[in-house]
Nanobody, 122 residues
């Protein structure tokens, strides 16, 4: 069974930092692109950052220069380093593997974590 578990969220003051982790169990291959999404109350989910199996990254304009996505394929873990946090960063953060190739499965499918709460106070 494939499972994604986020951790590292919490309460932080504006200007502070947090590092989120997404531990992936199961046989999701390292070629899969990994995603960080966030969702604030009353808003639609927002794509924050992506990283390909080869290490190429992309960021939303709202976080570029402040957030860094990385991955450690040997540890099956994806990270989101968040610096210079702002109150508008407050949201539940989700990691995901979309259209993921899994051993033993005939077709790609999506996998989502349960989310971790990030709250930034002013």
């Amino acid at each position: 069974q494939v499972q994604l578990v986020e951790s590292g969220g919490g309460l932080v003051q504006a200007g502070g930092s947090l590092r989120l982790s997404c531990a992936v169990s199961g046989s999701i291959f390292s070629i899969n692109t990994m995603y960080w999404y966030r969702q604030a109350p009353g808003k639609q989910p927002e794509l924050v950052a992506t990283i390909t199996g080869g290490g190429s990254t992309n960021y939303a304009d709202s976080v570029k220069g402040r957030f860094t996505i990385s991955r450690d394929n040997a540890k099956n873990t994806v990270y989101l380093q968040m610096n210079s946090l702002k109150p508008e960063d407050t949201a539940v953060y989700y990691c995901a593997a979309l259209r993921a190739v899994v051993a033993g499965q005939p077709f790609p499918k999506d996998y989502w974590g349960q989310g971790t709460q990030v709250t930034v106070s002013s």
